[in-house]
C-alpha cells in the first residue's frame, strides 16, 4: 500500500512563494520518479517537473523552468516543490504522484492535491 500526502499549498500573491510537500509511505522503495503535476479548472492535467527517487535528476516544464525546484529528502521519503516568482497563471490543484517503472509516463500513485491559488 502506498499513501501520497501534499501539503502547502493556499493563498498567495503574485510573486510570492510556497512549498509543496510530498510526504509517502509504503512501498517507496518501488519508486523510480516522483512527479508534481497541476491541473487548473477547464484545463487538462500538467506535468510541472519530475525527480527520479534515486540519483536527484530532475525535470521542469517549460513554463516553470527557473521559478520551480523540486527536491527530495529520501531518509524523510518527502519530496518537496519550491515555487518562486508565482504567477496568476500558476492557480491550480497540485497532485505529487510515484512511478514504479523507470520509464515512460505512467504515474501509478497519486496524492489527493493540494490548492494553490495566486492573486493578481
Known amino acids: 500500500q502506498v499513501q501520497l500526502v501534499e501539503s502547502g499549498g493556499g493563498l498567495v500573491q503574485a510573486g510570492g512563494s510556497l512549498r509543496l510537500s510530498c510526504a509517502a509511505s509504503?512501498?517507496?522503495?518501488?519508486?523510480?520518479?516522483m512527479g508534481w503535476f497541476r491541473q487548473a479548472p477547464g484545463k487538462e492535467r500538467e506535468l510541472v517537473g519530475r525527480?527520479?527517487?534515486?540519483?536527484?535528476?530532475?525535470y521542469y516544464a517549460d513554463s516553470v523552468k527557473g521559478r520551480f525546484t523540486i527536491s527530495r529528502d529520501n531518509v524523510k521519503n518527502t519530496v518537496y516543490l519550491q515555487m518562486n516568482s508565482l504567477k496568476p497563471e500558476d492557480t491550480a490543484v497540485y497532485y505529487c504522484?510515484?512511478?514504479?517503472?523507470?520509464?515512460?509516463?505512467?504515474?501509478?500513485?497519486w496524492g489527493q492535491g493540494t490548492q494553490v491559488t495566486v492573486s493578481s
Open positions: 525527480i527520479m527517487w534515486s540519483g536527484g535528476s530532475t
Open positions: 509504503g512501498r517507496t522503495f518501488s519508486f523510480y520518479a
Open positions: 504522484a510515484a512511478r514504479d517503472t523507470p520509464y515512460g509516463p505512467t504515474y501509478t500513485y
